[in-house]
């Protein structure tokens, strides 16, 4: 029995010896590799860049007042439509002391020779009907009164604008009266009742009443680096996309570039405008951000292969065409190509492929085939779905 026992031993250390032998056999050949395989075809390809930047108004008038005060009423709020004269606010003046001093004795004094005149006048009258004065110095008794009776108004209207910053017969001339220079979109009114308000002067640039524009004359202002600026010229058409608005595309046209680059984080960037051509029903506000798709340089019906099929190597490119597939082992021959334009996943082949060329992709992995076989079994489970759903 002992014996017996001794050669099934001896029988599985060989077996054991042997398969680790085998195993270690196996694992030392070399993997075979395979790869997915793409075929140049024709196409187009277009080079573009994105610019980040902002839409808003071509212009934006800033409107101040003509006279220093304090606000007593607002008559309009950002947001409305407003045309050009009508009244935004209105200011009260706060008189100088010593002005309406000056011009309340200016009306006292026109107002006593206005009465002496009005005196002289009756006398002279008097007088006339008596025979004992002569016509002319009737006129010019009369005359007297009409002058005086002119200076006792203007004091006056001297006073109400001393005091209130406006005449009555004059209202509508008045610049304690603001109104809106242009017809627009109110963008921002950042005075309330009460505030205090200066006019513009060399010393100060006076507070701004409110902001007005035209919303329908938009342009997108944004910043280019100085590695694509040369690439840019004026009119070229810009597709808009809006942060705000990601379903909405404008076109316009690029009618500016700085000749002036400004460093910004180590960057030279170079300010860009684009007019916008029509934004339609769409309703945009100023300050919305957006990106501005720019084609830099296109090729139409070109030969083209996937650029993450091409090698780079000492300046030179080359792509890897399959030679032989038997036996699930592929082998490929290594040559050099002449590349043109790219887009970032295309890239135009001029010289080195034709469209009967199997060119060498990525590598099959065992985690590419997973991948491939979920995507498969949610695509069959997806058709089934949706064929169940149509007889219902």
Not at 50 to 56: F, P
Not at 93 to 103: F, N
Request: proline residues 2%; positive net charge.
């Amino acid at each position: 029995m002992k014996k017996y026992m001794k050669f099934v031993w001896i029988a599985l250390a060989a077996l054991v010896f042997i398969g680790t032998f085998a195993f270690l056999y196996v694992k030392s050949q070399p993997k075979v590799k395979n790869y997915t395989l793409e075929t140049p075809k024709y196409g187009d390809i277009e080079k573009t860049t994105v610019v980040t930047g902002t839409i808003k108004p071509r212009d934006e008038i800033l409107i101040k007042p003509q006279i220093s005060g304090i606000v007593d009423v607002v008559y309009k709020k950002a947001g409305q439509m407003i045309r050009a004269g009508e009244v935004i606010a209105k200011v009260k003046v706060i008189p100088e002391l010593g002005s309406l001093s000056s011009a309340d004795s200016k009306v006292r004094t026109a107002q006593i020779n206005y009465n002496q005149a009005k005196i002289d006048y009756d006398r002279a009258k008097l007088l006339y009907d008596k025979q004992l004065i002569s016509k002319t110095d009737l006129e010019t008794a009369s005359l007297k009164i009409k002058t005086d009776k002119e200076d006792l108004n203007a004091a006056k209207e001297y006073l109400e604008i001393t005091r209130d910053g406006i005449a009555k017969n004059m209202e509508k001339y008045s610049s304690t009266i603001i109104r809106s220079t242009i017809t627009g979109l109110i963008l921002d009114i950042p005075i309330k009742k009460g505030n205090s308000v200066i006019q513009a002067n060399t010393m100060n640039d006076g507070t701004t009443i409110a902001t007005i524009a035209n919303m329908n004359d938009l342009i997108f202002d944004g910043n280019i680096d100085e590695t694509e600026v040369g690439k840019l010229n004026v009119g070229m058409p810009i597709k808009l996309t809006i942060g705000a608005l990601q379903n909405v595309k404008l076109d316009a046209n690029l009618e500016f570039i700085s000749p002036k680059g400004t460093e910004t984080n180590g960057a030279n960037l170079f300010e860009i405008k684009a007019a916008v051509r029509s934004i339609g029903q769409v309703q945009i506000r100023s300050g919305y951000s957006a990106n501005a798709e720019i084609v830099l340089d296109h090729a139409q019906h070109v030969l083209m292969i996937p650029e993450s099929t091409i090698e780079f190597t000492n300046n030179k490119s080359y792509a890897y065409i399959l030679t032989s597939g038997k036996d699930k082992k592929q082998t490929f021959k290594r040559k050099e190509v002449t590349l043109g334009l790219s887009d970032g996943i295309n890239i135009e082949v001029k010289s080195g492929l034709t469209l009967k060329d199997k060119v060498r992709g990525t590598e099959i992995t065992d985690d590419n085939k997973r991948s491939e076989e979920r995507f498969s079994r949610y695509a069959e489970t997806d058709i089934v779905c949706r064929l169940l759903l149509e007889k219902k």
